[in-house]
């Protein structure tokens, strides 16, 4: 099988790969500029060929009943993403920019694993709970609280990390026993259209259960937020889209599932190694070029010592060059897009008209004119009112901003429209801990722990989501809740 073929870029509609009715788009690596080849361009004609196929699925197939089937599916997806996981290494690092060094985990290995996780809950999850006998209203009544699949889920994701955000969905939406129409983003057809070629060719998941619809048209994903047959939006991108959806949903009630961007604070308590803590800021803002819902984009760091974390977070970003993603050594990639890129190199034109300067960076690396590259970039000299510091950029660009101790650090770690993570570095463990406890996020790291596993729930406050994907509370996500009343 070749994932890179022509083959690996048709929908998935109806357990068939077919062409899309609006011809074909291009799909470019993001670190050369070359078009790849073309994914299926799908129309709203093939959105609702999907939509229908799944809906089908779910109300005149036992798949949402048959827990055993499902369980054993997910874990045949698993295996056979196992099967093909040198594949998928290369289409994602050729397709996403991905460095090769993050397909070991978040990128790709570890979301492949994760469906382990989905299966094992739909397998030991407590479907029915006795709530007791009881007489309410004087009629003695057994009541079961059942819980079951909500229906038809409208998955809509972005490009960052194509495979996490496809699999975390597609896993515990098909192991609660819901069908699924995946509307991955226009940037990275391939990597959805090829997990859709093997569930057609490689397992026994049923025909219409999982349907690929990818397209360069956005309005084709609105479709799926707008169609009564829908009984869920599952989105993962920009606060902006998430807006977008959720008024387009409103028309019909469905449940919306939100997870979307972030600005997120990196807290430096003043007993802490600074410049250590400044040079991991550093190193995990360039990370696949800090195109990362949760990536720590403000360095919150003592007013006293803050030339010292601006010397040591620009030390740490400017040694660090962005590269071929191809290299093992690479931890900085190309950008998306020229799109992307450009919105990045906006808001560093931007920072300079707000006041700030750059300890590192500042534009296109001078050795690189091909490729969507952006140099690690530390602005320095703002306060956390500056737009910098308020809009998510999704580049490699880090902002420094002084704090007057721990009250005024949550102050300003909170003071953003979004909440989505956070970490606080501090040498007492307890005062750390309390400052962590004060963050309005939904996942926060204390001192270097990591909250990124297939059990932990991740998600946001604010205007950072709702919902949250991964954990039992990941799954719960795509469950209705059920009481049934007995007389006796
Ligand atoms: P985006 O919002 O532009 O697009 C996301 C998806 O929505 C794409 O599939 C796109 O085609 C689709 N879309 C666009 N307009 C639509 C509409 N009106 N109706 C329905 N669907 C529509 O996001 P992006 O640029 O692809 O990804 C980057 C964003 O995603 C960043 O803001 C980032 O923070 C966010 N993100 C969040 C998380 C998280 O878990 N919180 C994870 C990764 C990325």
């Known amino acids: 099988m070749a994932l890179l073929a022509d083959r690996g870029s048709d929908l998935l509609i109806d357990g068939k790969m077919v062409s899309g009715s609006a011809g074909t788009f291009g799909t470019i690596n993001p670190a050369t500029e070359e078009v790849l080849g073309t994914a299926a361009n799908a129309d709203a004609a093939d959105m609702d060929r999907?939509?229908?196929?799944?809906?089908?699925?779910?109300d005149d197939t036992d798949w949402s009943r048959n827990t055993g089937l499902?369980?054993?599916c997910v874990r045949q997806l698993r295996d056979v993403l196992r099967e093909h996981v040198e594949e998928l290494r290369e289409l994602t690092i050729a397709e996403v920019g991905a460095p090769r060094m993050l397909t070991a985990s978040a990128q790709l290995e570890g979301p492949i694993d994760d469906l382990g996780f989905a299966a094992d809950t739909a397998e030991s999850y407590p479907w029915n709970q006795d709530l007791g006998e009881a007489s309410p209203m004087g009629i003695a009544t057994r009541r079961t609280i059942a819980r079951e699949a909500v229906g038809v889920v409208g998955a809509i994701t972005p490009w960052n990390f194509p495979h996490q955000i496809n699999l975390a969905k597609l896993g515990p939406a098909l192991a609660a026993g819901?069908?699924?129409?995946?509307?991955?983003?226009p940037d990275?057809?391939?990597c959805a259209a090829a997990v859709g070629q093997l569930i057609a060719e490689h397992t026994d998941i049923p025909p219409g259960v999982v349907n690929v619809v990818t397209s360069d048209d956005h309005s084709v994903g609105a479709l799926l937020a707008k169609d009564p047959r829908v009984d869920m939006i599952s989105f993962t991108g920009s606060t902006a889209t998430g807006r977008s959806v959720s008024i387009d949903a409103a028309g019909t009630i469905k449940r919306v599932f939100l997870e979307l961007g972030g600005k997120s604070a990196f807290v430096v308590l003043d007993d802490a190694d600074l410049a250590g803590a400044a040079s991991m800021s550093a190193f995990t803002a360039c990370m696949h070029a800090g195109q990362g819902c949760a990536v720590t984009t403000r360095l919150v760091v003592p007013r006293a010592r803050y030339d010292e974390a601006v010397a040591a977070a620009a030390a740490t970003m400017g040694s660090i060059k962005p590269g071929d993603p191809t290299d093992p050594g690479t931890v900085c990639g190309p950008l998306i897009s020229a799109r992307q890129r450009d919105r990045v190199q906006s808001y560093l034109d931007l920072a300079v008209r707000e006041g700030g300067t750059f300890a590192c960076g500042g534009g296109r690396p001078a050795d690189r004119d091909t490729g969507f590259f952006i140099e690690p970039t530390v602005i320095a000299g703002l306060g956390n009112d500056a737009r910098v510091a308020r809009e998510e950029i999704f580049g490699p660009v880090l902002t420094v901003i002084a704090h007057d101790g721990d009250d005024d650090a949550v102050r300003i770690a909170n003071d953003s429209p979004y909440g989505l993570s956070g970490t606080v570095f501090g040498a007492d463990p307890a005062r750390a801990a309390a400052v962590a406890a004060r963050?309005?996020?939904g996942t926060v790291n204390?001192?270097?722990g990591v909250w990124y596993s297939a059990d932990a729930p991740f998600g946001g406050y604010k205007q950072s989501g709702n919902g949250r994907e991964m954990g039992v509370a990941g799954f719960e996500e795509y469950l209705e809740t059920k009481v049934i009343a007995e007389a006796i």
Do not use: Q
């Not at 999907?50 to 779910?58: G, K, L, N, P, Q």
């Not at 819901?178 to 983003?185: G, S």
């Open 50 to 58: 999907a939509i229908e196929a799944a809906r089908r699925a779910f």
């Open 70 to 72: 499902r369980v054993r």
């Open 178 to 185: 819901n069908t699924v129409v995946l509307k991955p983003a």
């Open 188 to 190: 990275t057809p391939w």
């Open 439 to 441: 963050l309005r996020v």
């Open 446 to 448: 204390v001192n270097g």
